[in-house]
């Protein structure tokens, strides 16, 4: 793969990092509310692990491509 590949695919693995960011923290605020209603949040966290992971593997990949990007 080229440069300017390498460079594209890194552009965009870095706006899914910060989308998933953003997710994240949205999802925390959500298990935040449901304590403080007193309600069930065990799908909501099972689903924040989920993405943890997600952003896991972004992460990843990041750190793959950047390592292939130098010298």
């Known amino acids: 793969m080229d440069r300017t590949a390498l460079f594209d695919e890194l552009r965009q693995i ?9 997710r994240l923290a949205e999802q925390e605020a959500l298990i935040i509310d449901l304590k403080r209603q007193h309600l069930d949040t065990t799908k909501a966290e099972s689903e924040l692990e989920r993405m943890r992971e ?9 750190q793959r491509l950047l390592s292939r990007l130098q010298p």
């Open 54 to 62: 997600d952003q896991r593997r972004r992460d990843l990949d990041r």
């Open 14 to 22: 870095e706006r899914d990092v910060v989308d998933g960011e953003r």
